[in-house]
């Protein structure tokens, strides 16, 4: 039964110049029968754009208390925004309701003689060979019409628009796909991933297959890794050995069939998983309420306009907060006092200190006012989030900008980086942002270590 296979199909392509189907496939046979396929249109869709045929394959393919508002009705928190409901499942949901409206469909057929189904055949065809212009068209039109073979084809407006063509060996409960493609003007839509759900769920209830095995090349490994393929083939061998052939540059790649997944249903069962989740989260936590924001206005150099109790904060409490943590920071060195009005004036005299010893220091020139535009005219352009001293000496002597020492290293950590992000290496700027943090991280390190004795 399996030496059929060794000459199988072989004068399919005589007339191109040889078999096209041998033991071992030439590898300048293999190059001529690939697909160059942007990646573009795999990465967004997982649609197919174009595949090899018996060879490698390549594809393309309401609250009552005021400020408050909590999410109601969580069967369509998943559902009705693609951001939260994944793109994947967006799309499933999106041509399912094409299908169930009549504007799209999923068929299988094969070379059954019915006038309309060879109509589409040959429509499948004409994509394969577009899209596979180098694979001889005698090939693909005797594969296609092979009558051991099927095709699971997309049909929209009663148009051919994508497709795949398989071999099912029922005996053995596998399948080897041969082509799979998308008519270019019809990718980036789902097409693809919705048509391998198709010839799945076909080929394990119709088939009664269990696996799909096919040849891929480089190009079409990423599309078919998308649709549950692996490189690792688990199959027995003795099950596929002699009925499908070996390539040079092609990747055997190996998709196991589940024998309970719905596969044309999926964006059902995974609509209904994360409603099921959402829920749970509901009983544990509070995420789902919103709370208003603040009016918070800032004058010169961020300061805020006005000072903002924490306590007035909406939702702060609820989220557990205590008037404790007001303050936080991993610098407790500073003061050993419990008061936050004492801490507060300790850090205020420490992070004045650090900026008089950076202000004095000699390589402080270049930090000491913010980059006048006029002389510089793409610096902000480039820096978006631009620092400099006399900025954040007015943010220290605000008493309201800096809460915990880590907000001040942080702009002074942006300042340099800044230095370093617009000027190169060699030039000054760049030599004095390094020398300038080297001497600011030496004071931090020593006041720290004294205990902040800090003269005021």
């Known amino acids: 039964m399996r030496t059929f296979t060794a000459s199988r199909l072989e ?16 590898t300048e046979n293999l190059n001529s029968a690939t ?44 559902t009705e925004n693609i951001q939260t409901s994944g793109a994947y499942s967006a799309r499933e949901e999106s041509l399912k309701r094409e299908e169930e409206a009549g504007r799209l469909k999923f068929v299988c057929l094969s070379n059954d003689g019915i006038d309309e189904h060879m109509v589409w055949l040959i429509g499948l065809k004409n994509i394969f060979a577009r899209q596979l212009p180098n694979m001889p068209k005698e090939y693909i039109v005797r594969l296609v019409m092979d009558r051991s073979h099927k095709s699971v084809m997309v049909i929209r407006r009663n148009q051919v628009v994508g497709g795949i063509t398989y071999r099912p060996y029922a005996s ?48 079409a490994v990423g ?16 099950r596929w050995q002699g009925y499908i052939k070996d390539y040079d540059g092609g990747i055997l790649m190996e998709c196991k069939i589940d024998p309970k997944l719905p596969y044309t249903d999926l964006s059902t069962m995974i609509r209904r998983q994360r409603q ?37 904060i909406p939702g702060l409490r609820e989220a557990g907060w205590t008037p404790d943590q007001w303050g936080h920071s991993r610098f407790r060195t500073l003061s050993a006092s419990t008061d936050s009005a004492t801490n507060q004036k300790h850090l205020t005299a420490f992070m004045r200190s650090l900026l008089k010893s950076m202000h ?52 002074v950590k942006r300042m340099f980086a800044n230095a370093r992000t617009y000027n190169s290496p060699e030039t000054i700027y760049y030599k004095c942002s390094t020398r300038l943090e080297a ?18």
């Open 223 to 238: 599309y078919f890794i998308k649709q549950g393929f692996t490189k690792e083939i688990h199959l027995e061998k003795d």
């Open 276 to 312: 099921a989740i959402d829920e749970k989260i509901r009983e544990l936590s509070n995420c789902h309420i919103v709370y208003t924001g603040i009016d918070f206005q800032k004058k010169e150099a961020g300061i805020p306009k006005k000072t903002i109790k924490v306590d007035d």
């Open 35 to 78: 697909v160059k396929i942007e990646s573009s249109e795999c990465g967004k869709d997982g649609g197919t754009q174009g595949a090899g045929a018996a060879g490698p394959t390549a594809s393309a393919a309401g609250s009552s208390v005021p400020g408050i508002v909590v999410k109601e009705d969580a069967s369509k928190i998943f």
């Open 172 to 219: 053995q409960k596998f399948g080897e796909i041969a082509f799979c493609a998308i008519t270019a003007d019809e990718q980036v839509k789902g097409y693809g991933t919705r048509l391998m759900n198709h010839l799945k769920q076909h080929a394990r209830d119709v088939d009664g297959l269990t696996h799909f095995l096919t040849y891929a090349d480089n190009n």
């Open 360 to 411: 004095d220091h000699v390589d402080a020139w270049p930090f000491k006012d913010p980059v006048d535009a006029r002389d510089v005219p793409d610096y902000y352009e480039i820096i978006k989030d631009p620092m400099d001293l006399k900025t954040m000496s007015k943010r220290v002597e605000s008493d309201q900008y800096y809460v915990t020492f880590e907000m001040f290293v942080a702009d």
């Open 11 to 26: 004068n399919a392509s005589a007339t191109a110049g040889g078999s096209v189907r041998s033991t071992k496939l030439k």
């Open 439 to 456: 001497h600011f991280q030496s004071k931090v390190q020593s006041g720290l270590h004294s205990g902040a004795k800090i003269q005021q």
